[in-house]
């Protein structure tokens, strides 16, 4: 992570080798495979490509079991748009859109706290 964190700051060669430590340590870590792949990708790399084929992949996988949050939503918006899979971008679109759309508030979920001494005195 810490690798990862470094080469948000930097650029260039030296961000290369910071995000390819990062997926020495952790070669799972789906924000280096998106960003490392994006930066591959860029420079016609198909190392690139195959970093995002596995980025979606794995993100993919927490969306079906829905324990994706919603940063990993967005990246996987991301890194299958940049792969041209539209589908699984329109996937992880509906689930963000379904998210913003989820209240906070539930009426039939409040405590009722007219009689506030009920809560404040011991029985």
Not at 45 to 65: F, Q, S, T, Y
Request: a neutral charge.
């Amino acid at each position: 992570l810490t690798a990862y964190n470094l080469a948000c700051f930097t650029t260039g060669e030296s961000r290369e080798m910071l995000l390819r430590k990062s997926l020495a340590l952790d070669p799972h870590m789906t924000p280096t495979l998106f960003s490392l792949g994006q930066t591959l990708m860029h420079q016609d790399e198909k190392e690139g490509r195959e970093m995002l084929e596995l980025c979606v992949r794995i993100l993919e996988k927490r969306l079906d079991r829905h324990l994706i949050t919603p940063d990993e939503a967005r990246r996987l918006i991301n890194a299958a748009g940049a792969i041209g899979r539209k589908a699984t971008a329109q996937r992880a679109r509906a689930w963000l859109d379904g998210q913003r759309d989820a209240s906070a508030y539930d009426e039939d979920n409040l405590a009722d706290s007219r009689n506030r001494e009920s809560f404040t005195t011991k029985d």
